[in-house]
């Protein structure tokens, strides 16, 4: 009988050190949006990659902060879930955030008992020595973790790192059928890239304010129509998404259908509407119905 080995490697850390990029690396595929902002990984998103005798199933997690309203604290539920249900955990820091950083959450990290691989990134914007301080701040942290500096971006040590974590996953059955590139619908995809683009176009506020729900998705051979709903919190923010003369709805609908057709390989036809549901990230009922995991 063949052996086959299955497991899930959890990406827990701090916003901005480099999960998403990380992520996408070791999946090889873009399922995590990327910005350059803080919260832009809202949910679990999980990535697998198949091979003959082995299936990793990868998940990004939110960046950990002591929240301030709902959503962040949904978003903590499921950074926090993801320390009790990996067989693999990859806790991801980088060369310029304080290493105390949301020590309420290291300490929970301490206790886990799976393999840990501590990821330092963005090791190209220090040198040896600093590096080799940084990592003897953090063995004393997490002596039980196996500390492996790497750069996302340019992908030095991800081999390395991969082969570290196919080391540690357990024999199982698959859990996923061997085809899956992940557990989540097409939809939530266009959400993802749609709320990208909207992080990335607008400024300070307003990219928090905002989700993005798809109201239809439906596919033909040629094409995918997609009609999708931009909810805000207040009217003022409705106008600031819409623009002038509607110039900056417009303008996020030709990048998002762009990046959704290169996703999908598929001519898009994208409608986007935008709609006011007043302090949406403090009602536990409209947070369910986003897919928020509320307590």
Not at 124 to 141: C, F, Y
């Amino acid at each position: 009988m063949i052996r086959h080995k299955s497991g899930f490697v959890n990406i827990v850390g701090n916003p901005n050190v480099g999960k998403s990029t990380l992520m996408n690396g070791l999946v090889g595929e873009r399922i995590s949006i990327i910005t350059s902002k803080a919260q832009t990984t809202r949910h679990r998103i999980v990535g697998i990659v198949n091979t003959d005798d082995m299936q990793i199933v990868y998940s990004d997690t939110p960046g950990v902060l002591r929240p301030n309203y709902k959503l962040q604290e949904s978003m903590l539920n499921f950074s926090e879930s993801a320390l009790s249900d990996a067989d693999v955990l990859i806790y991801v820091t980088d060369v310029v955030e304080k290493i105390n950083k949301n020590d309420f959450f290291i300490e929970k990290v301490q206790k886990v008992t799976a393999p840990l691989l501590l990821v330092i990134n963005k090791i190209d914007l220090t040198n040896q020595t600093e590096l080799e301080k940084r990592v003897s701040e953090w063995q004393i942290i997490f002596p039980q973790a196996e500390i492996i500096p790497i750069s996302a971006t340019n992908k030095f040590n991800l081999d390395y790192l991969r082969k570290r974590i196919e080391e540690h996953i357990p024999d199982s059955p698959p859990y996923f059928e061997k085809d899956a590139l992940t557990d989540r619908p097409a939809r939530f995809f266009v959400t993802e890239i749609i709320r990208g683009k909207i992080l990335m176009y607008y400024r300070e506020e307003i990219p928090y304010a905002v989700e993005v729900v798809v109201e239809q998705f439906k596919e033909t051979q040629e094409l995918i129509h997609v009609k999708a709903i931009i909810i805000v919190e207040r009217e003022s923010q409705k106008g600031i998404i819409i623009g002038n003369q509607g110039k900056a709805l417009k303008k996020v609908g030709v990048m998002a259908r762009k990046d959704i057709e290169r996703f999908f390989d598929k001519k898009v036809f994208l409608e986007l509407f935008v709609k006011v549901e007043k302090d949406w990230r403090n009602r536990d009922a409209v947070l369910r119905n986003f897919g928020y995991k509320i307590d």
